[in-house]
């Protein structure tokens, strides 16, 4: 598993490689299906957010929709880091035919965020409050995944910080960010 300090270009015998690794983790994990529907803030009571974030990839918590609108899903987590995988498509295009930089800041702050959510106890949650994005590369059409590797910088009670790559299985460098995060208490119950 590549970490944001061991990024580096590999043949493409070796990204091939790579890459079948992190096609198999995708499947899975999306081969899992989603329990039934729950309240969002429900979801999250009662568990620690490691229990959450890995109860996405197992099938006990459901992912975020927004993660099937634009085809990614997390592939592995642990106190503090949080990879997420994906492969933009078509729909994800801007004007000039190029992946949109949504995409990859809504990728990236997926990642961030689910990384400092694993290090929170139950009963917290969190918000970002400040993304800061690099776009170092377009990611070509036809690439087959990308992960988004993000760990935790610092995690304390009201704050946290992260930073994260968008990397390819060749090892390029796509894209890089840093968020903050406020983190609170969960209210008792959620608003109907």
């Excluded at 006990?60 to 990879?83: D, E, K, W, Y």
Aim: aromatic share 4%; glycine share 10%.
């Amino acid at each position: 598993m590549m970490t944001t300090q061991q990024a580096k270009k590999l043949d493409a015998q070796a990204a091939q490689a790579v890459l079948q690794d992190w096609l198999k983790l995708e499947e899975k994990t999306r081969g899992h299906a989603p329990p039934t529907a729950q309240q969002p803030g429900e979801i999250w009571r009662g568990q620690t957010g490691l229990e959450a974030i890995t109860g996405m990839m197992d099938g006990r918590t459901p992912p975020a929709p927004m993660g099937m609108h634009l085809n990614f899903c997390i592939v592995h987590a642990s106190p503090g880091q949080v990879i997420f995988q994906g492969r933009p498509q078509s729909t994800h295009l801007n004007p000039m035919g190029t992946v949109h930089g949504g995409w990859y800041a809504t990728i990236l702050d997926s990642a961030l965020g689910c990384a400092v959510h694993t290090m929170l106890p139950a009963g917290r949650g969190y918000t970002t409050t400040h993304l800061n994005l690099q776009l170092v590369r377009s990611i070509p059409l036809g690439v087959e995944r990308v992960q988004a590797v993000a760990e935790v910088i610092h995690c304390g009670r009201q704050l946290a910080t992260a930073q994260s790559q968008l990397l390819g299985p060749d090892g390029s460098l796509y894209a890089h960010a840093t968020c903050t995060c406020l983190i609170f208490d969960l209210p008792e119950s959620t608003p109907r």
